[in-house]
């Protein structure tokens, strides 16, 4: 059987005692909902869950700063107006509080870092790719070094990791959002339009600003000032597409055909939002150096429909800066 030659591994107590399949049921429904199966060879880990940190011998401290953590990726918005300046929470775009395949699961990090990260040409901590997505995903400024909040978050992210290998060979199976085959047709601003109006904006709304009910973020918006901004990795077409492929819509995974998907993360990402925080202050020179991160994006660009110059504004949202002091190259000096 194909699975007998994967790596399975997980942080469930039940494992350990030898049940493997009690695991690995958990995986099933997955592929019911259209999810690749895994492949030879490749690294499969089912990261605990919040019953499973309940059973395990761990100290009450260590279980308060997990719980912590993951408190704090589920309700980022508690972190509003000081870490945190959009509607976006960490789960948003991390599904089932980070756990879930194909959707930027969070363990990978835990056992591949630190590593060299080709977004900002250096090694990179743990704790450097948590300020990355504080920095463009949620448009903030990102929690200090070695704070109780950076080590609530970098404390669940290791904890779900439990039981999985260290800078494993192997490939790991469902990692990032996965990939969306390049589409046979340039992806078009007005077909996405179409597959918005059908498909999206019952929740996310129109004009695409999702919805708050008392205050509370039901449906995050997809563009403007309370959404991500232009560096981040959502903003790229080909990341953007396979998240949207494989997580939306909401409860229907991967019912979009390839097509589709890039065609409506080409349109999404045709509109506005705050300023790359590694602005120069010339948007054709940010994109020229950032070459490598905004070939993918339309940063830049002219938007054919309007002849609008996308990112040709000094507009950093609800946040007073364009960027946070606590990036910083790392010289071993
Ligand atoms: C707007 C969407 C979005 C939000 C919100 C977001 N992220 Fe991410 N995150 C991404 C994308 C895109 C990637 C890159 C996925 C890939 O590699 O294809 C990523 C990757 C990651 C990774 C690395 C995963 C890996 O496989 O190495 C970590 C860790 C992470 N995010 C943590 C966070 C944390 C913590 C927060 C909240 C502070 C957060 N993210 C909020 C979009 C988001
Ligand atoms: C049934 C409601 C629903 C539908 C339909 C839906 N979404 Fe979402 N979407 C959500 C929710 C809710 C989240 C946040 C995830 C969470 O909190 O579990 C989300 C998150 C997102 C995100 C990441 C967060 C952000 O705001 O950037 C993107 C991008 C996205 N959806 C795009 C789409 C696209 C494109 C479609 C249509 C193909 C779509 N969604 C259809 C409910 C929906």
């Not at 450097?128 to 463009?136: A, I, L, M, Q, S």
């Amino acid at each position: 059987m194909k699975i007998r030659k994967l790596t399975l591994t997980t942080g469930a107590a039940v494992l350990l005692a030898g049940a493997a399949s009690a695991a690995w049921d958990e995986y099933k429904p997955l592929f019911a909902l259209g999810y690749a199966e895994p492949e030879e060879d490749q690294l499969v880990h089912i990261p605990p869950t919040l019953q499973d940190l309940e059973d395990a011998a761990m100290s009450p401290e260590l279980k308060d700063v997990v719980r912590r953590g993951h408190d704090l990726f589920v309700d980022t918005q508690q972190l509003r107006g000081q870490h945190v300046f959009n509607d976006m929470n960490c789960a948003s775009c991390h599904m089932d509080a980070g756990r879930q395949p194909f959707s930027a699961a969070l363990w990978p990090a835990a056992i591949t870092l630190p590593d060299y990260r080709g977004k900002n040409w250096q090694v990179n901590s743990l704790e450097e790719r948590v300020v990355g997505c504080f920095t463009y995903s949620m448009n903030g400024n990102p929690p200090e070094y070695g704070s109780d909040t950076m080590l609530a978050i970098t404390t669940y992210m290791q904890w779900l990791a439990k039981g999985a290998p260290v800078y494993p060979d192997q490939e790991i199976y469902g990692r990032g959002y996965g990939s969306v085959a390049e589409p046979e047709q340039e992806p078009n601003y007005e077909r996405g339009k179409a597959v918005y109006a059908q498909s999206c904006a019952i929740c996310h709304a129109e004009d695409g600003q999702g919805l708050k009910q008392d205050g509370q973020v039901v449906f995050p918006p997809l563009w403007g000032d309370g959404s991500y901004n232009w560096g981040a990795g959502m903003s790229r077409i080909n990341t953007s597409a396979a998240f949207i492929k494989h997580n939306m819509p909401l409860g229907q995974p991967n019912s979009l055909s390839d097509q589709e998907a890039w065609d409506v993360a080409f349109y999404m990402n045709s509109h506005e939002r705050p300023q790359d925080p590694r602005y120069t202050g010339d948007v054709h020179e940010t994109r020229e150096k950032h070459a490598n991160f905004h070939g993918r994006t339309l940063y830049g660009t002219v938007r054919e429909v309007d002849g609008h110059l996308l990112g040709d504004h000094d507009n950093t949202g609800e946040k007073d800066f364009l960027r946070p002091e606590i990036l910083r190259s790392r010289t071993f000096d």
